[in-house]
């Protein structure tokens, strides 16, 4: 969902700041503090899908995991503050530090997801992974 969200938003379909436009960042946000919940996040509850699920010892992953790239490092705070949250924060963002690099954050998020599908034993992923790799190409990077 976030690469369709990503190239949505280049499309340049919908002028900033539409209700359109904000929906598609919104969603685009989330997914992706979904997904770093998953790759980088700790079960806090018995039934949360973390990346470690999907080997055999989830400690695999721990060790092989990517460092989290630089625009990723400030999306759950930034998402809860400016998008997920009503706060006070809100009025600190600036025109410089309002735009969201989504193309980087989409690039980010490709070499995370590629290095763990490429790690992840396939017997423990549902085919529907294999999706994953034609959506991607048809993103250029």
Do not use: C
């Amino acid at each position: 969902m976030f690469i369709n969200l990503a190239k949505e938003m280049l499309s340049g379909k919908y002028l900033q700041g539409t209700p359109v436009s904000n929906a598609l960042l919104e969603a685009f946000t989330i997914h992706i503090r979904i997904l770093l919940d998953f790759l980088y996040g700790k079960k806090r509850k018995p039934d949360d899908v973390v990346a470690g699920d999907f080997f055999v010892d989830e400690k695999e992953w721990l060790e092989i995991r990517p460092e989290m790239p630089p625009n990723l490092k400030n999306i759950n705070k930034r998402v809860g503050k400016e998008i997920a949250h009503l706060t006070y924060s809100r009025l600190a963002v600036t025109a410089d530090t309002k735009p969201w690099p989504f193309v980087n954050i989409a690039k980010d998020m490709f070499k995370v997801f590629d290095k763990f599908l490429e790690k992840a034993p396939k017997d423990f992923l549902h085919n529907s992974w294999n999706q994953y790799y034609s959506i991607r190409n048809q993103y250029n990077t």
